[in-house]
């Protein structure tokens, strides 16, 4: 194909980008530069890649490259698409490292916000993969590939691929068989969205996400901090407390305790997690008696710096150590209610 080659009399070849498979092109109507694909297909899908690409049109969105139009060359479809500066996800962990927690997150919150409007207008990507992903300078993350026949794939098809994707960023490969383990949110987070049974509500992921992208752990920042003051651990306890009303959570434990810029707590949602077993309660029952017992483990850790043992002396405590004896009891009828823990968190606070 000669590089002096137009589209439509009107789209100027240029060099290819990336792996070769989109082509640089100058539009010398509209004067700017433009990204083209030639999407190729079977004869018999040919109907079926005009008609998605048309629609895929239709799609714009800041996190989204879109479709500007769409041509019959030489009996295929070619797409013309934005031009967007930027290395794809792929390139970026395989020449560099998997990318920081924080990193991904804010990832996952463009891609999940370029799939539900995509999913909305009745259009699903089909083909979510880290080569269909561009970072750009501003550190936006946009998703191409728009405009492929996705063959009746299900919106549920585009966040399982969105969990690999995700997979790879943060492990530097697919998930193959074994998701990587781990009790961090994040890599929580993607396990369920893996799950065989289908992703979890995508309030709860996006939540996720989104605090995720900005937030850390509690066992991060203690790692980073040292223990906090009783104080503090008391008002992380009150935010904790707030997300247990009338609802057995089953993963309070630090990684899912993200603390913001401000010292600010929260709890994420359930992701079909579990607790830890050093969070766990020792009856091991879905009570909410249980999931207090998980807070003053969690709470140990933020004012002591080590999860609980039996018989470990609490040292800097001060007057939350009272209130941790309680939550710790291995009688699950010692322990305070919610009301009577709000009550003595507020004193210590």
């Keep these: 194909m000669a590089?002096?080659?137009?589209?439509?009399?009107?789209?100027?070849?240029?060099?290819?980008?990336?792996?070769?498979?989109?082509?640089?092109?100058?539009?010398?109507l509209e004067h700017r530069d433009v990204a083209v694909r030639r999407v190729?297909?079977?004869?018999?899908?040919?109907?079926?890649?005009?008609?998605?690409?048309?629609?895929?049109?239709?799609?714009?969105?800041?996190?989204?490259?879109?479709?500007?139009?769409?041509?019959?060359?030489?009996?295929s479809p070619w797409l013309v698409m934005e031009f967007v500066s930027g290395v794809s996800l792929e390139q970026a962990v395989r020449s560099r490292r998997p990318l920081p927690v924080p990193q991904a997150a804010r990832i996952g919150v463009c891609l999940l916000a370029a799939l539900t409007v995509a999913h909305?207008?009745?259009?699903?990507?089909?083909?979510?993969?880290?080569?269909?992903?561009?970072?750009?300078?501003?550190?936006?993350?946009?998703?191409?590939?728009?405009?492929?026949?996705?063959?009746?794939?299900?919106?549920?098809?585009?966040?399982?691929?969105?969990?690999?994707?995700?997979?790879?960023?943060?492990?530097?490969?697919?998930p193959g068989q074994v998701p990587a383990e781990g009790a961090g949110p994040f890599r929580s987070l993607v396990r369920a969205m893996l799950h065989p049974s289908g992703p979890p509500p995508m309030e709860a992921v996006r939540e996720t996400l989104d605090r995720l992208a900005v937030d850390r752990p509690l066992d991060a920042v203690v790692e980073a901090s040292g223990p906090l003051p009783p104080a503090q651990v008391a008002a992380i306890g009150l935010a904790v407390l707030d997300r247990l009303a009338n609802v057995f959570h089953g993963g309070v434990q630090p990684g899912n305790v993200l603390i913001d810029a401000s010292g600010r707590a929260r709890l994420t949602p359930l992701l079909r997690t579990g607790t830890l077993p050093a969070y766990?309660?020792?009856?091991?029952?879905?009570?909410?008696?249980?999931?207090?017992?998980s807070l003053?483990?969690?709470?140990?850790?933020?004012?002591?710096?080590?999860?609980?043992a039996p018989g470990?002396?609490?040292?800097?405590?001060?007057?939350?150590?009272?209130?941790l004896l309680r939550l710790l009891s291995g009688n699950p009828l010692?322990?305070?209610?919610?009301?009577?823990?709000?009550?003595?968190?507020m004193k210590v606070l």
Excluded: C
């Design 334 to 345: 010692e322990r305070p209610t919610l009301d009577e823990l709000r009550r003595d968190l």
């Design 312 to 323: 470990a002396a609490l040292t800097r405590a001060g007057a939350l150590a009272p209130v």
């Design 280 to 293: 766990t309660a020792p009856e091991g029952a879905p009570t909410q008696a249980a999931d207090l017992w």
């Design 3 to 28: 590089e002096s080659r137009k589209l439509n009399g009107r789209y100027r070849l240029l060099n290819t980008l990336g792996t070769g498979s989109v082509r640089l092109a100058f539009d010398e």
């Design 296 to 308: 003053g483990a969690t709470l140990y850790l933020a004012v002591e710096g080590v999860p609980p």
């Design 40 to 75: 190729r297909v079977p004869p018999e899908l040919r109907d079926a890649a005009l008609f998605e690409a048309r629609r895929a049109a239709g799609l714009r969105h800041p996190f989204i490259v879109g479709v500007l139009d769409v041509l019959l060359e030489e009996g």
């Design 120 to 174: 909305e207008a009745g259009i699903v990507h089909g083909r979510v993969d880290p080569g269909n992903v561009l970072l750009t300078a501003t550190g936006r993350a946009v998703l191409t590939g728009f405009g492929y026949p996705s063959l009746s794939m299900l919106p549920s098809a585009d966040l399982w691929s969105l969990a690999a994707t995700l997979h790879f960023a943060v492990e530097g490969r697919p």
